[in-house]
């Protein structure tokens, strides 16, 4: 998230009369896509603006979304546009600041639906192709030699394809009212593995602790398509680790950010 098309709230009610919206707050964190949240008197809404030529992918999001809404997720549907500015629900709820066991739990339970219902489901859009590795790798070993040296694996790391995935649920792409979890940005996701979603998820929320991993491995595994054993999650929560870490250290041009993650 954050801002890189500017609006002003006169502006936000010409584009969406209905609403007479009170009051725009822009967000701070993210560089791709510019996103707002934004008030009426009674609720509160997110108005995106796709900074991407990614017209196809934005229909077939809104599309998933309102299947995952169908089954129970808690996912933001897209409930109006105008132009090039999309309008979302607003989840109710927090960013989780310490990670507690009914997170894991829920986080678990949210990936077991999600997987359920999108199982072998053909998409033309795979996870990982988008992020083109090669180039990404490129780029670490000519300005971060020693760390490109631990990521290089990631060039011949094939990702099998499950169904599709959310593939980036870190802390920051959820909420939780209670013991509730719901779960947005789902534009960037596409097909692959299940168990790297799952790692992915657990990284994100600075959880591959043993204890973690067995308490998410039961709530999972209680609904999922297909059993997840816990070599496999260990393996894949190296691959996932790793992964994000490249991409912060191709973001932002350094490796503060990586730390943390290359450690797992």
């Avoid at 209670?178 to 992915?200: E, P, T």
Wanted: glycine fraction near 6%; hydrophobic fraction near 35%; proline fraction near 3%.
């Amino acid at each position: 998230m954050g801002v890189t098309t500017q609006i002003t709230l006169d502006e936000l009610n010409e584009l969406f009369p209905p609403y007479d919206f009170k009051k725009l707050i822009p967000t701070t964190s993210g560089i791709i896509d510019t996103t707002y949240i934004v008030f009426t008197d009674k609720s509160g809404y997110i108005l995106k603006k796709y900074e991407r030529d990614i017209s196809e992918k934005i229909e077939s999001d809104k599309k998933l979304l309102n299947e995952l809404k169908s089954v129970g997720l808690n996912v933001p549907t897209c409930i109006a546009e105008s132009g090039e500015w999309f309008l979302y629900e607003k989840l109710d709820g927090v960013q989780p600041k310490v990670v507690k066991s009914y997170h894991i739990v829920a986080l678990g339970r949210f990936l077991a639906t999600l997987h359920q219902h999108t199982y072998k489901k053909d998409c033309s859009c795979k996870f990982i192709d988008s992020y083109e590795i090669d180039k990404l790798l490129k780029y670490t070993k000519n300005n971060f030699f020693s760390h490109y040296k631990k990521l290089q694996f990631l060039e011949s790391s094939e990702m099998q394809n499950d169904g599709f995935i959310h593939g980036d649920i870190f802390k920051d792409n959820t909420v939780f009212d209670g013991n509730k979890i719901g779960v947005f940005d789902f534009i960037d996701s596409g097909c692959g593995s299940f168990s790297f979603d799952c790692a992915v998820g657990l990284v994100g929320f600075n959880s591959p602790s043993n204890f973690y991993i067995n308490l998410f491995l039961n709530a999972y595994n209680q609904k999922a398509p297909k059993k997840l054993d816990k070599k496999e999650l260990l393996s894949q929560i190296k691959i996932a680790s790793k992964f994000y870490a490249l991409l912060r250290i191709n973001k932002y041009k350094n490796t503060k950010s990586a730390k943390e993650l290359m450690n797992f």
